[in-house]
């Protein structure tokens, strides 16, 4: 694969008509280090933030040994590319078929439930000739607030409170190591969302007087997008490890996470086209359908950048229209760039790593896409200071460099 110093350069060197996306390698190693050394007990990434093998991969030489998958789809490709990695099936609603094959076929010891029936239904799939395995790691996932983070993960999972004592008893008794685990939402905004649902973990293990070998406290990690500025992730583990040490655990208990977003954020940007401006909506060829999904069907804004010297000093915001036929093909923003972008400009989008890679399709017959490596520094990080960046939309030309 060809890199180039930056998107600029890529642009001069090819004037692609197709959407380009820029992996950044550095900035996931960079990301996966601090987790690993900062984050006090396991990081497992959870595979559905991007499934890149190449991230997986870039992932597992920067030390992230184990990984949340939630499919079996998932499990194949993680086994394929990483045979000697720990899978963690952290799905609370599994065929029957797919716990089965994780277990027999691709050595997956750890598995996640909310109800007894998927308790009944894991027991039953690793059984072997009627005889019940005895090397489970089973997780039981508690239903938590999701008031703190930008989206919300607590309608569809989770044992309700009256529910939890009752199903940790049961899990106990089938598992060789029990976990409890919980997730606060995506992009959590402050550490207080996890303090509080380590009160909901704490009541649970103490009405159940369980002994809990794994305290899993999921995904929600933030990154850094305009207008969503979060606190230092130190302060997230501080407050985790903090309260982690108050719980009645096993003594030898283990504190796991699942980053996703945090880990990949920063991994890949986009580049698009401008085929048509009509007053301040820009049509460009990638968009809802493509690694735009989040943009318009959540209303996420992503940094900016104009790919050329412009000659006008003011900046306006811009509406996205994407390639399809559709009128939902639509990012509202606003995207804020130099007033005189016009059709042929070409826009870097920042922060795609997360999602963006993994929510395209072919709708329409559009999604075509290459992948080329630069060396610059992401729009934005929260592991690097950012030249010439001020965490919002940014138009600015040139190299972007870590100080």
């Avoid at 039953?124 to 489970?136: C, W």
């Avoid at 938590?144 to 989206?151: F, I, Q």
């Avoid at 899990?171 to 409890?180: M, P, V």
């Avoid at 929600?220 to 309260?243: C, D, K, N, Q």
Wanted: proline content about 6%; glycine content about 6%; aromatic content about 10%.
């Amino acid at each position: 694969m060809h890199n180039y110093p930056d998107a600029a350069s890529l642009v001069r060197a090819l004037r692609p008509d197709e959407p380009v996306t820029l992996l950044r390698p550095h900035a996931a190693t960079r990301a996966a280090r601090f987790f690993v050394e900062k984050f006090p007990g396991r990081s497992l990434y959870a595979v559905k933030a991007n499934p890149s093998p190449a991230l997986l991969e870039t992932l597992w030489a920067a030390g992230i040994t184990h990984y949340d998958v939630a499919s079996l789809g998932e499990v194949r490709l993680v086994h394929k590319f990483l045979p000697d990695a720990k899978l963690c099936f952290m799905h609370p609603v599994k065929s029957e078929r797919a716990i089965a094959q994780a277990y027999h076929n691709h050595g997956v010891r750890t598995f996640s439930l909310d109800s007894r029936e998927e308790l009944d239904k894991i027991v039953r799939a690793t059984a072997t000739d009627g005889v019940a395995a005895a090397d489970l790691e089973l997780c039981v996932r508690v239903r938590v607030s999701s008031d703190h983070a930008k989206l919300s993960l607590a309608a569809k999972f989770g044992a309700e409170p009256s529910e939890v004592a009752d199903l940790l008893v049961a899990t106990r008794q089938a598992a060789d190591s029990l976990g409890i685990a919980f997730h606060v939402g995506s992009q959590a905004m402050t550490p207080l969302a996890y303090a509080e649902a380590m009160e909901k973990v704490r009541a649970a293990i103490v009405e159940a007087s369980v002994t809990v070998d794994i305290v899993d406290v999921g995904g929600g990690f933030p990154s850094v997008y305009p207008g969503m500025e979060p606190p230092p992730l130190e302060a997230y583990f501080e407050t985790i490890h903090r309260t982690f040490e108050d719980l009645p655990i096993s003594y030898s208990a283990e504190l796991w996470c699942e980053p996703g977003r945090a880990l990949c954020a920063e991994y890949a940007s986009l580049l698009v086209k401008v085929e048509k401006r009509r007053d301040n909506e820009l049509y460009i060829n990638d968009g809802a359908y493509g690694a735009l999904f989040d943009a318009a069907h959540v209303g996420w804004r992503f940094p900016v950048e104009l790919m050329r010297e412009s000659d006008s000093d003011d900046q306006a915001e811009f509406a996205f229209y994407g390639p399809t036929c559709d009128d939902m093909d639509y990012m509202a923003g606003p995207f804020i760039l130099p007033a005189d972008v016009k059709a042929g400009d070409y826009i870097e989008v920042g922060m795609l790593g997360a999602y963006g890679c993994a929510m395209r399709t072919e709708f329409n017959g559009f999604g075509e896409t290459e992948d080329f490596v630069v060396e610059d520094e992401p729009m934005a990080s929260l592991y690097t200071r950012i030249a010439a960046n001020d965490l919002g939309n940014v138009h600015h030309i040139g190299k972007r460099s870590a100080q």
